[in-house]
């Protein structure tokens, strides 16, 4: 993606902006943001302002080369944001957390496991996995 390029905006409700769709299934609004919109897609949940990264590149970005730009907050007694809907996972966690986390579910993104989802989700899990 060209480092001038404007990230796309996922069109939402004037005061919510996406956090119906979230609410209502998070993962098939994840998918259809990156089928709709692309590998890297902004989005809003009420004031929050979130960015949705697809691309195997732009992922190991975030979470590996440049972990200390992209930090994620998490606090069980105060979720805000993703962790709303999501709790602390992959996606909100960090540190060891995100380390042993991360090592539990490296069996799900085998290629032969990512095939034996429905049709509709392959998709998706199959630009996640890379």
């Not at 919510?16 to 809003?44: E, H, K, T």
Request: with cysteine.
């Amino acid at each position: 993606m060209p480092r001038n390029k404007t990230v796309p905006q996922v069109r939402g409700d004037f005061l919510l902006g996406n956090l119906s769709q979230m609410i209502a299934n998070p993962f098939q609004a994840l998918c259809d943001w990156q089928r709709d919109y692309g590998d890297l897609v902004s989005f809003r949940l009420a004031a929050r302002q979130f960015y949705l990264f697809s691309h195997p590149k732009l992922i190991e970005q975030a979470l590996i080369k440049q972990s200390d730009v992209f930090v994620k907050t998490y606090n069980p007694k105060k979720p805000i944001g993703l962790a709303l809907v999501l709790g602390q996972g992959l996606v909100t966690s960090q540190g060891d957390v995100w380390q042993k986390q991360r090592r539990l579910m490296q069996p799900v993104f085998q290629r032969s496991n990512i095939m034996t989802l429905p049709a509709a989700n392959r998709h998706c899990w199959q630009q996640l996995a890379g």
